[in-house]
């Protein structure tokens, strides 16, 4: 069934069917011009985003404020918890209550899994989830699938290597399953103790995927078209030591891609530490800063879609 954008919260990925994906997605492309400023674009100009970030983002966070911008919408924000009444001890509930009688829409991230689901349960606003803990990143995948599908003209029959922490990365959960859903191939690559969650391997095989888990990165590297990397997330082990004993597992670097294919797409939803040497930057199947561009059209879309402004 055709869901209806208008209204709607952006939980998690598995709430999407393929052609609600593919509309957003179409949507994003149209928004292209606007996104880079060659075409102005005044549609929100009425509406309040606030943006909700109890954890540390670079991109997340900008690329949807700059994508309010260029809808002329108005944008307010709590960028450091720190300053913000949760260090008071206010409840998540309650934060929420107040800011969705401040805005008309509301982007959170937060440490806790589930978070966004409880916060749209206290708002009349959409809520987009920005990242709840090793959980969901919606809309981290939305920009992913609309990058591969620029960059490799289709999502089905693809083989895609996502590489690195795949127990406690959220892009991964979300991409895994709806790249699945569109039919590609995947290939897991990761330490035996950071190994994507079964329930993820589970709901590919139910759309047909049987996913190749590995822990060597070499086997994977001469048939994939994309390689997705990702960082260690540091932050959620509850030992410095497990993740001492698996820092710097995967590099990329000149070697792999002699050994990948001629058009292999190297892709990270960033921040990178260690994982992608700097002399990948140069070569053309780099694609990770362009990627973090397409946040702008793509999250221009989601906000655009669910204020009613765009009908698809
Ligand atoms: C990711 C995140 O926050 O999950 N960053 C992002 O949103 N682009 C990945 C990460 O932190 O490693």
Redesign the pocket.
């Known amino acids: 069934m055709k869901m209806n954008f208008k209204g709607a919260n952006i939980i998690s990925i598995r709430e999407f069917s393929k052609e609600d994906i593919v509309r957003i997605l179409d949507v994003a492309r149209d928004m292209v011009p606007a996104a880079k400023g060659q075409k102005a674009n005044r549609s929100l100009e009425d509406k309040i985003l606030a943006t909700l970030f109890f954890e540390p983002?670079t991109?997340?966070r900008l690329s949807f404020e700059a994508a309010m911008h260029r809808l002329g919408g108005s944008v307010v924000s709590v960028q450091d918890p720190r300053t913000a009444s949760a260090a008071k001890g206010e409840t998540l509930s309650d934060t929420i209550r107040m800011v969705e009688s401040y805005s008309d829409m509301i982007v959170l991230r937060h440490p806790q899994e589930g978070s966004a689901r409880l916060a749209a349960e206290f708002s009349e606003k959409p809520v987009i989830n920005a990242?709840d803990g090793a959980g969901q990143?919606p809309t981290?995948t939305l920009l992913d699938l609309f990058t591969i599908r620029e960059e490799k003209g289709k999502l089905e029959d693809i083989n895609v290597a996502l590489v690195g922490d795949l127990k406690y990365?959220?892009?991964v959960h979300s991409l895994a399953y709806a790249l699945a859903l569109f039919g590609a191939k995947l290939h897991l690559v990761a330490p035996p103790t950071l190994q994507m969650p079964k329930e993820v391997v589970a709901a590919a095989r139910k759309f047909g995927v049987e996913p190749d888990i590995s822990t060597e990165l070499d086997n994977v590297i001469p048939n994939a078209d994309v390689l997705y990397v990702?960082?260690i997330?540091k932050e959620r082990f509850p030992d410095a030591r497990e993740y001492l004993r698996v820092a710097g597992a995967y590099k990329i670097d000149a070697r792999t891609l002699r050994e990948g294919k001629a058009d292999l797409k190297i892709m990270h939803?960033?921040?990178r530490v260690t994982e992608i040497a700097p002399e990948v930057d140069r070569s053309p199947g780099a694609i990770y800063f362009r990627q973090a561009f397409n946040g702008i059209p793509v999250r221009m879309a989601i906000l655009a879609l669910i204020s009613g402004v765009v009908d698809k």
Do not use: E
């Open positions: 983002s991109r997340t990242g990143h981290q990365g959220r892009t990702t960082r997330q939803p960033l921040p």
